[in-house]
């Protein structure tokens, strides 16, 4: 018995919402990333984007756990002498809420092309309102 491969034409994409409020953020991330890939579905097809669309509302409310606002680091560089920038948990809780959000979900995602197409279907807003209500998302619960 063969065993069943999906095309990219045949894709069915859904859409659903995400409510991040008192969540814990690696439990929010991996359920969205579970859903981007696809792998809920039985066509799952590892080198196919066959993932949905998952919209993440009230990433300003994300919970985490432990000692986590003081220690856990966010590192960027400019690729300048001196351009190293770090920021805690808290800063980015605070200030950017949403690049915390997508830096959790993209880590992961598969880290080629592919996750960077799985990506493009993420959004993420801070604040309980989004653009999206003529998709008609269905609510995902965290658990």
Excluded at 44 to 54: A, E, K, L, N
Excluded at 78 to 102: C, D, F, H, I, W
Excluded at 109 to 133: C, D, I, T, W
């Amino acid at each position: 018995m063969k065993s069943y491969m999906q095309k990219k034409e045949t894709v069915d994409r859904k859409w659903y919402v995400i409510d991040a409020e008192g969540k814990s953020l690696g439990r929010v991330a991996s359920l969205a990333a579970t859903y981007l890939r696809g792998k809920h579905k039985p066509t799952y097809t590892p080198h196919i984007d066959c993932g949905d669309y998952i919209i993440i509302v009230n990433a300003s409310k994300v919970n985490l756990t432990g000692n986590k606002l003081e220690n856990k680091m966010y590192y960027n560089h400019s690729m300048y002498t001196g351009g190293l920038r770090e920021r805690n948990a808290k800063t980015m809780r605070e200030e950017y809420p949403v690049e915390m959000l997508q830096r959790a979900v993209t880590g992961m995602l598969p880290h080629n092309r592919l996750g960077r197409q799985m990506a493009k279907k993420l959004f993420v807003y801070a604040e309980s309102e989004h653009k999206h209500e003529a998709q008609k998302p269905e609510v995902l619960e965290v658990k």
